[in-house]
C-alpha cells in the first residue's frame, strides 16, 4: 500500500487552475524531486497536499486513509504527520536555536519538555548545529539558519518530509551544507518531497523525479529515465535546456 496516494488532484486560485489530473503513488521512504519550470505548480502541489489550498477535485490518501480537507480536525492530524521546510527559513529572532527548535512541540503539541529538549539537541546534532545551541538566527548563516529549519521540522516527528525550494535563497557556496543534511536524511528512510532547482542533486539523492509543466505532470520516473531518456516531448525540451547549462 503506498503512503501516499494522489489521485485527479485538480486546485485553482479562484478562476485559475493551477493544478489539473495530478495523479502520484508514493512508497513509505521513497525521495520524490518535483522538477519543471517556475510557475509549473510544483509548490503549489505541497501547498495543496497540506490544506493549504483546498483541492477542487480529486482525492489524496495517506497511509490508506483518506483526507477530508474539508475538515478542520482531519487536516490538523495531516499536519502532524506531514511537516514542511519553506526557502524563508521563518525563525524567530528573538529566540536561541535550541528554543525554535522546542517551541512547537512543547506549546503547541504539549510534550514534556525534558524529552523535547533532548530530541532537538539530537537533531540539532544531527545537522551539525549541537555548537551553536544558544546562538540566535542573527548570529547564523543563511546555510545554518535553514538546517535549524530543518531540524524544526524534524522536531515534530513526521512520516513525510515537504522541502519547498530550502536552498533557493542562498548564497552558492551555502548551498551544499544544506544538501549534505539532505543526503544524510534521506539515508535515514523518511519519505521526502523535494522541489529543487539543484539538478545534480536531484539526480544523486532521488527515487523518483516527477516533471510537472502547466499545473501536470507530465512525466514521471527515475532519476536516469527522466534526465538521460526521458519519454514526453516537453520533458525532453527542459532536460535538454537545464543540461546545456
Known amino acids: 500500500m503506498p503512503q501516499l496516494e494522489i489521485v485527479d488532484l485538480k486546485a485553482s486560485y479562484g478562476p485559475h487552475t493551477v493544478l489539473e489530473r495530478i495523479n502520484l503513488s508514493v512508497e513509505k521512504g521513497e525521495i520524490v524531486s518535483l522538477i519543471g519550470p517556475s510557475g509549473s505548480g510544483k509548490s503549489t502541489l505541497l501547498r495543496v497536499l497540506l490544506g493549504l489550498l483546498p483541492p477542487e477535485h480529486g482525492s489524496v490518501r495517506l497511509n490508506g486513509g483518506l483526507v477530508n480537507y474539508g475538515d478542520k480536525a482531519a487536516v490538523r492530524s495531516l499536519r502532524s504527520e506531514i511537516a514542511i521546510v519553506f526557502q524563508q527559513y521563518n525563525l524567530f529572532q528573538n529566540m536561541t536555536v535550541l528554543d525554535n527548535v522546542m517551541i512547537t512541540p512543547t506549546r503547541i503539541k504539549g510534550w514534556p519538555r525534558k524529552q523535547v529538549e533532548d530530541d532537538a539537541i ?9 555548537h551553536r545551541l544558544k546562538a540566535y538566527p542573527d548570529e547564523l548563516s543563511g546555510g545554518q539558519q535553514q538546517r535549524v529549519a530543518i531540524a524544526r521540522a524534524l522536531a515534530l516527528k513526521p512520516n513525510v518530509l515537504f522541502l519547498d525550494e530550502v536552498t533557493a535563497a542562498l548564497d552558492p557556496e551555502l548551498v551544499t551544507e544544506v544538501l549534505d ?9 523518511i519519505t521526502m518531497f523535494i522541489v529543487s532547482h539543484e539538478m545534480s542533486f536531484v539526480r544523486e539523492v532521488s527515487s523518483k523525479v516527477v ?10 520516473g527515475s532519476p536516469q529515465q527522466i534526465f538521460d531518456a526521458p519519454q514526453e516531448a516537453r520533458t525532453r525540451e527542459f532536460v535538454g535546456k537545464i543540461l546545456r547549462h
Request: proline residues 0%; charged residues 20%; glycine residues 14%.
Open 122 to 130: 539530537r537533531l540539532l546534532t544531527r545537522v551539525g548545529l549541537e
Open 181 to 189: 543534511t539532505i543526503r544524510a536524511l534521506a539515508l535515514e528512510g
Open 211 to 220: 516533471f510537472m509543466a502547466g499545473g501536470h505532470v507530465i512525466e514521471t
